[in-house]
């Protein structure tokens, strides 16, 4: 017997050391996709550029496209040999929707037909690939307490090696006006995976049994960064991910309340508008000097409305996948804009343009399949992996309604994806709902969290 529970003990100290060189390796790749030494000077040589030729120059001194694609590569790679190994048992069958998932997929890549830089879709239709082929393999090969240290421990890391380079630097002034932490990598992206490390944590917190301090601490810390990036989208929309499924696990009568002050707050927003408005704008800025007012949304009005008149061109099939924001066309509407643009600041309106309505359609059902589907698995087996599901995807669609990075090629799409995956192509061993059943039960007989 104790041989058995020597080799089990050992087994799973290799499980967890191959994990751990995993999260690395991923972690390697996106900071090799996304992330720039030079972030904290470059972004404040952007916010205070001046004209177009400065703009450009500033983002020449990004990284290099050869070791972005390196990265993703890498990714692809593990994920087509993950896939190969089929290690996870359970596979669930093509519904609707792996149908859409696999549609969209196709879609993206048949737009390389008729796109107007073919060279641009293609590089960029491969790298989501690679991506979608990662996330995918890493999907089967992970299991769902493995997904939410990921989620902790890469953005986690990324937090810390962001405050180091500032601080070395001098750039980290948390309490000076117009500051916006930004480590190795823009501010709204950094939001972003500040609140992937947020909702994460509140998971792994609200499904342990002991040291629930720990994650607790970290969901925290995720959420202080968030607001200290000053990205308003992402903190707004955390927020509401938030306090929409608290919603949902309320009884009747409080959903009803909540629901009626929110229709109210509307109303009177609607009603009092232009005296409620500029004030709260001022709230809203957060310390921020952007150019542009909260009224227009800090220039999207403008930048919309320009965008439409691009869409109208290609109404049906849009301008191919990742080839609307080429070179011409970004020149063109910074000009118009005066500020620099990469894309359109709505991920919905983003896919239009790169696709097409049938594509965007494609993404919005996705995703709100995806969301109801979380939150269905998460009431039949409390798994707080599925809440996370649920609050990533729901992040996503609210998030897209005023910023693209849902769709672009980076980590929230990557974890998008691991999680479609799980929700679709795998189903759970009846054995892991039972283990959670019994977690459960111990922490309702021990509410403290400590061990009895």
């Not at 960029?124 to 999907?139: D, K, N, P, S, T």
């Not at 509307?266 to 310390?287: C, F, K, N, S, W």
Request: some cysteine; overall charge positive; hydrophobic content about 50%.
């Amino acid at each position: 017997m104790q041989v058995m529970d020597s080799n089990r003990q050992g087994g799973e100290s290799s499980r967890g050391r191959t994990q751990w060189a995993l999260f690395l390796l991923i972690a390697g790749a996106f900071f090799v996709i996304e992330h720039d030494t030079q972030s904290p000077e470059l972004f404040n040589l952007l916010m205070t550029a001046e004209s177009l030729e400065e703009f450009g120059n500033i983002e020449q001194m990004y990284q290099p496209r050869a070791w972005r694609q390196a990265g993703a590569l890498l990714l692809g790679a593990m994920g087509f040999f993950f896939i190969i190994q089929k290690r996870r048992s359970g596979e669930g069958r093509l519904d609707m929707l792996g149908a859409l998932m696999i549609f969209f997929l196709l879609w993206s890549g048949l737009s390389m037909a008729w796109s107007d830089d073919p060279a641009l879709s293609f590089r960029r239709y491969v790298m989501f690939a690679l991506l979608c082929v990662g996330a995918a393999g890493i999907a089967g090969r992970l299991t769902l307490h493995d997904i939410l240290r990921m989620a902790v421990f890469i953005p986690a890391a990324y937090l810390a090696a962001g405050v180091a380079l500032e601080m070395a630097t001098g750039y980290f002034r948390p309490f000076a006006s117009g500051y916006r932490f930004t480590g190795t990598v823009h501010p709204n992206i950094q939001a972003v995976n500040c609140a992937l490390m947020f909702f994460a944590a509140l998971a792994l917190w609200r499904g342990a049994s002991e040291n629930r301090r720990r994650w607790l601490f970290l969901a925290a810390l995720a959420f202080v960064f968030i607001v200290l990036t000053r990205s308003r989208t992402a903190l707004a929309s955390s927020i509401f991910v938030l306090v929409f499924q608290w919603g949902l696990m309320q009884p009747y009568g409080k959903k009803v309340a909540v629901t009626s002050f929110l229709a109210a707050a509307a109303m009177l927003v609607l009603i009092a508008g232009d005296v409620i408005l500029p004030a709260v704008g001022e709230r809203l800025q957060m310390g921020r000097t952007d150019r542009g007012e909260f009224r227009t949304l800090t220039g999207r009005t403008a930048l919309w409305r320009q965008c439409s008149e691009f869409l109208r061109e290609h109404p049906v099939l849009g301008y191919g996948y990742g080839a609307f924001w080429n070179e011409e066309r970004s020149t063109e509407i910074i000009e118009e804009q005066g500020w620099p643009i990469s894309h359109a600041h709505n991920a919905y309106f983003d896919t239009a343009l790169e696709s097409g309505p049938l594509a965007t359609m494609a993404y919005l059902l996705i995703l709100l399949m995806g969301i109801y589907r979380a939150m269905a698995r998460f009431r039949l087996t409390g798994n707080p992996a599925y809440a996370f599901f649920g609050a990533i995807l729901l992040f996503c669609a609210v998030n897209g309604m005023l910023e693209s990075v849902a769709i672009q090629r980076t980590m929230l799409t990557f974890f998008t994806v691991i999680m479609l995956a799980r929700l679709t192509f795998y189903t759970e061993p009846l054995e892991s709902v039972q283990e959670n059943e019994a977690m459960l039960s111990r922490k309702a007989l021990n509410p403290s969290g400590r061990m009895a």
